[in-house]
């Protein structure tokens, strides 16, 4: 079963970038569809990026279309959220999963990694 970590969080000025990594164990991570997910106390977990195992096809959220960017590598087994014009708003925990191929918004297990916090605040 694949292992996944995510890192790359931290505190950022409104309008600024983060990127965020996720990385995976084992040697068949080309072959999972990958998604990015976020919450916030008190709220569920929402769905904000994912990408298929070659990285060709992305969905994106509403919310943060034009301004997020999903890519993976997979020489080295990593997924990236490029974060751009961060709000307020995108202050959350974040995490990745694997999802289904045909619906990113979907993980394919409720499993979850410690996530990396991201707070956008001036």
């Known amino acids: 079963q694949v292992q996944l970590v995510e890192s790359g969080g931290g505190l950022v000025q409104p309008g600024g970038s983060l990127r965020l990594s996720c990385a995976a164990s084992?040697?068949?991570?080309?072959?999972?569809?990958m998604g990015w997910f976020r919450q916030t106390p008190g709220k569920e977990r929402e769905f904000v990026a994912g990408c298929n195992g070659s990285g060709t096809s992305m969905k994106y959220a509403e919310f943060v279309k034009g301004r997020f960017t999903v890519s993976r590598d997979n020489d080295k087994n990593t997924m990236f959220l490029q974060m751009n014009r961060l709000e307020p708003e995108d202050t959350a925990v974040y995490y990745c999963?694997?999802?289904?191929?045909?619906?990113?918004?979907?993980?394919?297990?409720?499993?979850w990694g410690q996530g990396t916090q991201v707070t956008v605040s001036s």
């Open positions: 084992g040697r068949t991570f080309s072959s999972y569809a």
């Open positions: 999963n694997t999802v289904v191929s045909y619906d990113y918004a979907r993980p394919v297990r409720d499993y």
